[in-house]
């Protein structure tokens, strides 16, 4: 195996860990928030490619500039997903919230199904075959936008999470819900703001990787389980971690692909996860600088 | 409500146990008719592929039927028994079974994958009824000394001779193919075609000097690509779905490495693939039909598809579903009887070279001692985003179109 072999796996698995943490950040901001599990994410996801397909199919879009409308579609579901669902799913057992979004995932994808049947769909263009060489090794041209898309993102989000009073209010609630609500909080607003907020993330990364990919009604599942992974290594609700997560987790599958075969490959993200769980439970920079009480 | 419930049932009882008798009396008054049992998974994983290939033994038996029924047998109709498998290797065992002794069929036909075939094979064996096997692929099938089997499907194990017969010519015409490279995904499919590419293509000249496996669902391709492209190989061999096809394809494409490329069967031979645009446009695939193949049966086989089912193209699995029942119907007309051993035996001497059964690409449809007919596959090329069928020459639709155009 060349070094040559060995860059390019590097890269790529950044690539990939960078597109990772973008559709996981918002499944750990929902988590880190409000303390919900959702389990339909990846089906956001899907529902986002199909808009960045359609955007394009029926409107001529660029998948860049859809995002420009994929993203409100998405925040609108992500608060209509709270105030429907999670709201009054939010008053019973964690067992409960659990189902409810395991059960959705089940709908939307026999939706997905009804409505836009199971073959694949293509977004194709003059850059689906375009690359960027740096040196010996290559990054495809639609990979290279949804990384860099993904890094701005989670810069944007860092800023405001940090610097804003929004950001402040975000994190009150998370780190204790009460102590908000006795300062004023309104924390019926938070929660509805932070599920609109991660669905909505999912509006810059589906149309994007649906130029990626391909659109169908399974497609959010590839992601959700990684997603879960990305979030639980990294540290539930943690946003550093989640980069470091999905890095962790894309140069892990991508080396271990090259030295090894593609099935001991698919199953290293879990091993990462059994080997953090038995270390670190907490994950590896857990919200709150990592003191364990 | 119970009472009427039951006086109901009673009389449907009561219909059912003397129907069969009075039919078959009124049947054999005018020559008899012949029950051709077909397995097919209706429900579960396997359901639309059911679906489909219940659509083309329909189709065979309308067609019998609308041409007068069999000569043979006074006239006979063919009447189908279809039974539901469920896409499970149990239902399909028990169903041969009910088919066989409650329904008296006379042959048995299907039973779509080669999990859901194999025990229906041997219930058919052991209570001697011919069954015709339509798509199963598993070598083993007739290879066992089975004696009621006969399959028009092609061994998976012949892929690898057709390619590399393929790529012979390919070669003929001024290509340079010297080494191979292997680019499978990991599942029991992409690991059984492996195989027999890697047992064949050394000894046929084309030494495998990269193999690369991958997961079905990846979501990036370009280290697979990078390995293909640096290891100097002037021809890939790909085992994908159609989700990993056209990953993979735009992979390559985006390192500007397109060597001769032929996926495989009918998960690669679809259109999605061929819609991809650039990355597609000049590939290769091996299939065991396609619709465009220049022969006048299975030209007449599209079309009266297309009458029967508008708007629908049939793809390769079907017209295997189609020669199937066709032959069943041919034997027993051959035979004169509806007698299972009888049609076993006129299935051993059958040899179909023209007429709606010979849609199948090879010459002359037969089956051996062993059941298997000498099927053979055809090499299909994107060309212009459609998949045209460019070899063997015989059946081409148009001859093979640069790599680069």
């Given at each position: 195996m060349s070094a040559t072999i060995l860059l390019q796996a590097l890269l790529s698995g950044m690539t990939n860990g960078a597109i990772y943490a973008l559709i996981a950040v918002g499944l750990t901001l929902v988590f880190g928030v409000m303390r919900v599990v959702n389990f339909a994410h990846g089906e956001f996801l899907m529902l986002a490619m199909y808009g960045g397909y359609l955007a394009w199919a029926h409107?001529?879009?660029?998948p860049i500039i859809a995002v420009v409308l994929v993203v409100p579609a998405l925040l609108a579901l992500g608060v209509g997903l709270f105030e429907t669902l999670i709201r009054p799913a939010m008053r019973v057992p964690e067992i409960n919230q659990m189902a409810v979004t395991l059960g959705l995932s089940l709908l939307l994808q026999y939706l997905a199904l009804m409505v836009f049947k199971a073959d694949n769909l293509l977004i194709v263009q003059?850059?689906?075959?375009a690359s960027l060489w740096i040196g010996p090794v290559l990054l495809q041209m639609p990979q290279a936008i949804a990384a860099l898309a993904a890094v701005l993102l989670l810069i944007g989000l860092y800023i405001v999470l940090r610097k804003t009073d929004f950001g402040l209010i975000m994190r009150a609630v998370s780190q204790s819900r009460d102590g908000a609500a006795l300062s004023g909080i309104d924390i019926g607003r938070t929660y509805r703001w932070a599920m609109g907020i991660g669905i909505g993330t999912l509006g810059v990364a589906g149309p994007l990787m649906a130029s990626v990919l391909y659109v169908n009604p399974h497609i959010g599942a590839l992601f959700t389980l990684k997603a879960f992974v990305i979030v639980i290594v990294g540290g539930m609700g943690s946003f550093g971690g989640v980069l470091l997560g999905a890095l962790l987790v894309g140069v892990a599958e991508s080396v271990a692909g090259v030295l090894t075969t593609a099935s001991v490959a698919a199953a290293v993200p879990f091993a990462l996860l059994i080997l953090v769980m038995l270390l670190r439970p907490e994950g590896l920079m857990p919200v709150g600088g990592g003191s364990r009480a | 409500m119970t009472g009427i419930n039951r006086r109901e049932a009673l009389l449907l009882g009561g219909a059912a146990v003397t129907a069969p008798g009075l039919f078959s009396l009124g049947a054999q008054a005018q020559g008899s008719t012949l029950r051709i049992g077909v397995l097919v998974p209706?429900?579960?994983?396997h359901a639309s592929d059911g679906a489909r290939m219940l659509k083309a033994h329909q189709l065979a038996a309308k067609m019998i039927n609308e041409s007068g029924g069999l000569k043979g047998l006074g006239g006979a109709k063919v009447e189908l028994v279809v039974s539901d498998i469920q896409s499970k290797p149990e239902v399909s065992r028990s169903e041969a079974e009910r088919l066989i002794s409650?329904?008296?069929?006379?042959a048995l036909t299907g039973a779509w994958a080669s999990a859901t075939t194999i025990p229906a094979a041997q219930v058919s064996d052991r209570n001697r009824t011919p069954f015709m096997i339509t798509s199963?692929?598993?070598?083993?099938i007739t290879e066992q000394?089975?004696?009621y089997v006969f399959r028009t499907a092609v061994k998976a194990k012949w892929f690898g001779k057709y390619v590399a017969d393929f790529m012979d010519t390919m070669k003929k015409n001024g290509m340079t193919i010297d080494k191979v490279a292997l680019a499978t995904e990991d599942g029991p499919a992409g690991q059984a075609v492996h195989a027999n590419y890697s047992s064949v293509m050394p000894g046929r000249g084309y030494p495998i000097i990269a193999d690369e496996t991958f997961r079905t669902g990846?979501?990036?391709?370009s280290t697979v690509a990078t390995k293909l492209r640096t290891s100097g190989a002037t021809a890939i061999l790909s085992v994908a779905y159609a989700d990993d096809s056209t990953v993979l394809l735009r992979a390559l494409a985006a390192q500007s490495f397109r060597p001769l490329y032929i996926g495989f069967g009918g998960a690669h031979v679809n259109q999605t693939v061929a819609a991809s645009g650039k990355p597609a446009e000049r590939t290769f695939g091996v299939v065991?039909?396609?619709?465009?193949?220049?022969?006048p049966a299975s030209e007449a086989f599209v079309k009266a598809f297309a009458e029967a089912y508008p708007g629908e193209v049939p793809l390769s699995n079907q017209a295997q579903a189609f020669a199937a029942t066709y032959a069943l119907a041919l034997a027993a007309d051959a035979a004169a009887s509806t007698d299972r051993t009888k049609i076993r035996d006129a299935l051993r001497t059958l040899r179909i070279t023209?007429?709606?059964?010979?849609?199948?690409?090879?010459?002359e449809l037969y089956f051996d001692e062993q059941g298997q007919s000498p099927a053979t596959c055809v090499v299909v090329q994107v060309i212009d985003g459609k998949f045209v069928t460019v070899w063997p020459?015989?059946?081409?639709?148009q001859p093979p179109a640069p790599l680069q155009g």
């Amino acid at each position: 195996m060349s070094a040559t072999i060995l860059l390019q796996a590097l890269l790529s698995g950044m690539t990939n860990g960078a597109i990772y943490a973008l559709i996981a950040v918002g499944l750990t901001l929902v988590f880190g928030v409000m303390r919900v599990v959702n389990f339909a994410h990846g089906e956001f996801l899907m529902l986002a490619m199909y808009g960045g397909y359609l955007a394009w199919a029926h409107l001529g879009l660029d998948p860049i500039i859809a995002v420009v409308l994929v993203v409100p579609a998405l925040l609108a579901l992500g608060v209509g997903l709270f105030e429907t669902l999670i709201r009054p799913a939010m008053r019973v057992p964690e067992i409960n919230q659990m189902a409810v979004t395991l059960g959705l995932s089940l709908l939307l994808q026999y939706l997905a199904l009804m409505v836009f049947k199971a073959d694949n769909l293509l977004i194709v263009q003059d850059r689906s075959t375009a690359s960027l060489w740096i040196g010996p090794v290559l990054l495809q041209m639609p990979q290279a936008i949804a990384a860099l898309a993904a890094v701005l993102l989670l810069i944007g989000l860092y800023i405001v999470l940090r610097k804003t009073d929004f950001g402040l209010i975000m994190r009150a609630v998370s780190q204790s819900r009460d102590g908000a609500a006795l300062s004023g909080i309104d924390i019926g607003r938070t929660y509805r703001w932070a599920m609109g907020i991660g669905i909505g993330t999912l509006g810059v990364a589906g149309p994007l990787m649906a130029s990626v990919l391909y659109v169908n009604p399974h497609i959010g599942a590839l992601f959700t389980l990684k997603a879960f992974v990305i979030v639980i290594v990294g540290g539930m609700g943690s946003f550093g971690g989640v980069l470091l997560g999905a890095l962790l987790v894309g140069v892990a599958e991508s080396v271990a692909g090259v030295l090894t075969t593609a099935s001991v490959a698919a199953a290293v993200p879990f091993a990462l996860l059994i080997l953090v769980m038995l270390l670190r439970p907490e994950g590896l920079m857990p919200v709150g600088g990592g003191s364990r009480a | 409500m119970t009472g009427i419930n039951r006086r109901e049932a009673l009389l449907l009882g009561g219909a059912a146990v003397t129907a069969p008798g009075l039919f078959s009396l009124g049947a054999q008054a005018q020559g008899s008719t012949l029950r051709i049992g077909v397995l097919v998974p209706l429900t579960g994983v396997h359901a639309s592929d059911g679906a489909r290939m219940l659509k083309a033994h329909q189709l065979a038996a309308k067609m019998i039927n609308e041409s007068g029924g069999l000569k043979g047998l006074g006239g006979a109709k063919v009447e189908l028994v279809v039974s539901d498998i469920q896409s499970k290797p149990e239902v399909s065992r028990s169903e041969a079974e009910r088919l066989i002794s409650r329904e008296n069929v006379s042959a048995l036909t299907g039973a779509w994958a080669s999990a859901t075939t194999i025990p229906a094979a041997q219930v058919s064996d052991r209570n001697r009824t011919p069954f015709m096997i339509t798509s199963a692929v598993t070598d083993a099938i007739t290879e066992q000394g089975l004696k009621y089997v006969f399959r028009t499907a092609v061994k998976a194990k012949w892929f690898g001779k057709y390619v590399a017969d393929f790529m012979d010519t390919m070669k003929k015409n001024g290509m340079t193919i010297d080494k191979v490279a292997l680019a499978t995904e990991d599942g029991p499919a992409g690991q059984a075609v492996h195989a027999n590419y890697s047992s064949v293509m050394p000894g046929r000249g084309y030494p495998i000097i990269a193999d690369e496996t991958f997961r079905t669902g990846s979501p990036d391709f370009s280290t697979v690509a990078t390995k293909l492209r640096t290891s100097g190989a002037t021809a890939i061999l790909s085992v994908a779905y159609a989700d990993d096809s056209t990953v993979l394809l735009r992979a390559l494409a985006a390192q500007s490495f397109r060597p001769l490329y032929i996926g495989f069967g009918g998960a690669h031979v679809n259109q999605t693939v061929a819609a991809s645009g650039k990355p597609a446009e000049r590939t290769f695939g091996v299939v065991e039909w396609a619709p465009d193949l220049k022969k006048p049966a299975s030209e007449a086989f599209v079309k009266a598809f297309a009458e029967a089912y508008p708007g629908e193209v049939p793809l390769s699995n079907q017209a295997q579903a189609f020669a199937a029942t066709y032959a069943l119907a041919l034997a027993a007309d051959a035979a004169a009887s509806t007698d299972r051993t009888k049609i076993r035996d006129a299935l051993r001497t059958l040899r179909i070279t023209d007429g709606p059964a010979s849609l199948l690409p090879a010459p002359e449809l037969y089956f051996d001692e062993q059941g298997q007919s000498p099927a053979t596959c055809v090499v299909v090329q994107v060309i212009d985003g459609k998949f045209v069928t460019v070899w063997p020459d015989a059946v081409a639709a148009q001859p093979p179109a640069p790599l680069q155009g």
